[in-house]
């Protein structure tokens, strides 16, 4: 069975609590009162599925799994986990369709870009749209409301991301996830001046971003439905990126850097960080971007589960002025502290986001190159435990030898 109940968890309670609230008219089944948003919420977070599969998708096939053990006579935790076992199979057996988001850049039109292939997405970059997404997205931005798109800016350049999945959730997820990688190897170069902001609205630290709608479309460019994805921190009155600028070796970088992924053992790991770094950068909310890049750190160090002076030891490792560098991140540890647990910001959060992200970005250039030939994630954050005495690791080296050559004995 690809399904179970996690550990830790007491699923008759949350049983009882859907029972109590079902109504069950021969065929038709309904909940009443508030509280079902609420239990379904919690039943999702207790189930888990083997199968790699989107979390979207996953809580999906949990609710549509629920509602048919919902609909026996008697809700029990055996029918639901065997019927929303039931319908992940169903999902895996399904066979896969084609996809395309279409979105925008601020990138300068000027530029040529190269079609692009991430992690089983095509994306491909156009200074004018193709006319068969062109109507239908057309259509739609036509009607929709002025605060969600926004005006039309002249030389928008064009994305067009193709994929296959079994759903339309996974297919953008799968979409998304590609081209945030890609736009993370982007920034992780371009993100590279300190601008402050005197008085007036911050702008999202990363400098290429998308456009406020990414439109879904089948293999015939039409629109899936009404379906859309908007996006809250886009370029509205960010300036283009030109790549073709000669201080920007941005797409020759990108080719070494993605070769580089390639051989890297650990790499969906790297590439998670590249992902969680870009996202945390889009948000004109400095506050929250501070908290969501020292869960990045945390994560590329090692440490998401582990005291904060591990955190600060291992982020420290990449200088050479060791101290002064766990000076800055003791006092930036204290800054996330009080924000979390106080809600309270600072005037120069400028500052210490600029601080936080300059360690982010070292972790991810010790990480994407892997020169050390490390296996994971977990070994290369090991790794930074080392001490920075040559000599005190030559003495390491030889207590392990003496060590061997005892055992050989």
């Known amino acids: 069975m690809t399904v179970k109940w996690k550990n830790g968890f007491n699923p008759e309670l949350i049983v009882e609590k859907l029972s109590s609230i079902r109504t069950l008219d021969g065929e038709k089944l309904s909940f009443t009162g508030f509280e079902y948003n609420e239990y379904?919420?919690?039943?999702?977070?207790?189930?888990?599925?083997?199968?790699?599969?989107?979390?979207?998708v996953s809580r999906e096939l949990i609710v549509k799994g629920f509602h048919e053990a919902a609909r026996k006579t008697k809700l029990t935790q055996k029918n639901i986990i065997s019927l929303v076992d039931k319908a992940v199979?169903?999902?895996?057996?399904?066979?896969?369709?084609?996809?395309?988001?279409?979105?925008?850049?601020?990138?300068?039109?000027?530029?040529?870009?190269?079609?692009y292939k991430v992690n089983g997405c095509t994306l491909l970059f156009y200074k004018n749209l193709p006319k068969k997404y062109l109507a239908t997205?057309?259509?739609?931005?036509?009607?929709?409301?002025?605060?969600?798109?926004?005006?039309?800016?002249a030389s928008e350049y064009y994305l067009v991301a193709h994929a296959s999945e079994k759903s339309t959730h996974?297919?953008?997820?799968?979409?998304?996830?590609?081209?945030?990688?890609?736009?993370?190897?982007?920034?992780?170069?371009?993100?590279?001046?300190?601008?402050?902001?005197?008085?007036?609205?911050?702008?999202?630290?990363?400098?290429?971003?998308?456009?406020e709608v990414h439109t879904?479309?089948?293999k015939d460019?039409?629109?899936?439905?009404?379906?859309?994805?908007?996006?809250?921190?886009?370029?509205?009155?960010?300036?283009?990126?030109?790549?073709?600028?000669?201080?920007?070796?941005?797409?020759?970088?990108?080719?070494?850097?993605?070769?580089?992924?390639?051989?890297?053992?650990?790499r969906k790991d790297v590439e998670l960080g590249i992902v969680r770094y870009v996202r945390?950068?889009?948000?004109?909310?400095?506050?929250?971007?501070?908290?969501?890049?020292?869960?990045?750190?945390?994560?590329?160090?090692?440490?998401?589960?582990?005291?904060?002076?591990?955190?600060?030891?291992?982020?420290?490792?990449?200088?050479?002025?060791?101290?002064?560098?766990?000076l800055v991140l003791e006092n930036l540890r204290q800054y996330r502290n009080k924000s979390v647990h106080l809600g309270a910001g600072e005037n120069n959060i400028d500052t210490h986001v600029y601080q936080l992200k300059s360690y982010v970005e070292q972790l991810l250039l010790f990480h994407i190159p892997n020169s050390f030939g490390l296996?994971?994630?977990?070994?290369?954050?090991?790794?930074?435990?080392?001490?920075h005495d040559k000599e005190a690791l030559k003495k390491q080296i030889a207590f392990c030898q003496a060590g061997i050559k005892f055992i050989g004995e």
Request: glycine content about 6%; hydrophobic content about 35%.
């Open 216 to 218: 879904l479309h089948g």
């Open 89 to 115: 199979r169903t999902h895996l057996g399904m066979p896969e369709e084609g996809y395309s988001l279409v979105t925008t850049l601020n990138i300068h039109s000027s530029n040529i870009l190269p079609r």
């Open 40 to 56: 379904i919420s919690v039943l999702t977070t207790m189930i888990e599925i083997s199968e790699n599969i989107p979390i979207e």
């Open 221 to 266: 460019g039409k629109n899936i439905g009404d379906m859309y994805w908007h996006q809250s921190e886009n370029f509205q009155d960010h300036r283009k990126v030109d790549f073709s600028n000669d201080s920007y070796k941005i797409l020759e970088v990108t080719n070494i850097w993605r070769d580089a992924l390639k051989k890297n053992i650990y």
């Open 137 to 153: 997205r057309q259509q739609f931005l036509s009607i929709a409301p002025s605060w969600l798109v926004g005006p039309k800016r």
């Open 375 to 387: 296996k994971s994630l977990e070994e290369a954050s090991r790794f930074m435990d080392l001490q």
């Open 280 to 326: 945390a950068l889009d948000s004109r909310d400095y506050d929250s971007t501070f908290i969501k890049l020292w869960s990045v750190l945390e994560y590329l160090t090692g440490t998401l589960r582990d005291r904060y002076d591990k955190t600060i030891r291992r982020a420290s490792f990449l200088y050479k002025d060791r101290e002064y560098n766990r």
């Open 170 to 211: 996974a297919a953008v997820g799968k979409m998304l996830d590609a081209i945030d990688l890609l736009r993370g190897i982007w920034n992780l170069q371009a993100n590279k001046v300190m601008v402050l902001s005197f008085g007036e609205r911050k702008k999202p630290i990363n400098q290429v971003l998308l456009g």
